[in-house]
């Protein structure tokens, strides 16, 4: 039983459905309305609501992504908490190579670490590493807008859909 948003007539489920399968070509599902035959009012009130329903849903995943990623990034402390107390306790009791029935413990020296003692501009350019101008699109846009004219670039309008 698919609960949606709105009431949504066969083909427009139809829709609704494939639109939410990722395996699903774009192409495949648009023509599958294109092939009913439908006045534009009809057909754009039935996008809409197809739309807004993949919109509700699209926000209800992006909520759970964000509620399983802060999970996971808890865990993941809870693991170096644990890591760094075992470590200590190792250090302070003086055993720091050992082996259970199960695994093998071992405190061993990491590879030295680089501790940059200046700032960048008091390093010689020879540790530096050049990088590609990059274009500055903000401002060349604002330039633009304001009556400016640039040979090298210029702003294009295009139409989008609103639907409110």
Known sequence: DMRTLYELTDDFLKLLTLAEDENEDIDVILSTIEGVDYEIEQKAEGY??????????????????ERLANRRKSIEANITRMKQALQQSME??????????????????????????????????KF??????????????????NGEKLDFAHLIKTQSLRIR
């Not at 029935?101 to 501009?121: A, I, M, R, Y």
């Not at 050049?130 to 330039?143: C, F, H, R, S």
Request: charged residues 35%.
């Open 48 to 65: 809409a609501k197809v739309m807004k329903e993949l919109e509700a849903r699209g926000e209800a995943l992006k909520k759970e992504e």
């Open 92 to 125: 302070a009791t003086g055993k720091t190579k050992f082996k259970t029935e199960l695994f093998s413990f071992n405190v061993q020296n990491n590879p030295p670490s680089l501790v940059l003692d200046k700032p960048l501009e008091d390093i010689p350019d």
């Open 128 to 145: 530096l590493i050049p990088q590609e101008p990059k274009v500055d699109n903000a401002t060349i846009k604002e330039l633009l807008k």
